[in-house]
Structure formats: C-alpha cells, structure tokens
C-alpha cells in the first residue's frame, strides 16, 4: 500500500511537465517496489538457489 509520502516523494522525482499515463506508471511502479519491501521483512522470499531449481525444471 502506498502512503502519501511515498506518492508526494515520487511526484518530486517528475519533469515539472508530465503525462498522466507517466504519473501512472511511476506510481504503479512504486506500489510494487513498496509491495516487495513488505514481503520482504515479512520473509516471504524465494532463495536465489530455489529460484535457479524452478527455472532448471522449465527448461526440461
């Protein structure tokens, strides 16, 4: 979830001059960043060494 904050923040980061499909993405961009944190500190991750073993499985 995305806070004022982080929105007012990535608002800044923007040319004074943007397009609202620009602002979109920034913003889309960020949730899933923020998203990614929280799983992040929550230890819902995947290994790199369990991420290569489902990849190898892919190719078989």
């Known amino acids: ?3 004022k ?3 007012n923040k990535t ?11 620009e602002l979109i993405d920034q913003l889309i961009f ?3 960043v923020e998203e ?3 799983q992040s500190e929550a230890g819902s ?3 790199n060494e369990d991420v290569k ?8």
């Open 1 to 3: 979830m995305l806070t």
């Open 5 to 7: 904050d982080i929105v």
């Open 11 to 21: 608002i800044n980061t923007l040319p004074d001059s943007f397009t609202i499909d």
């Open 30 to 32: 960020m949730e899933k």
């Open 36 to 38: 990614g944190y929280q």
């Open 45 to 47: 991750v995947i290994s």
């Open 53 to 60: 073993l489902i990849i190898d499985k892919w190719s078989k």
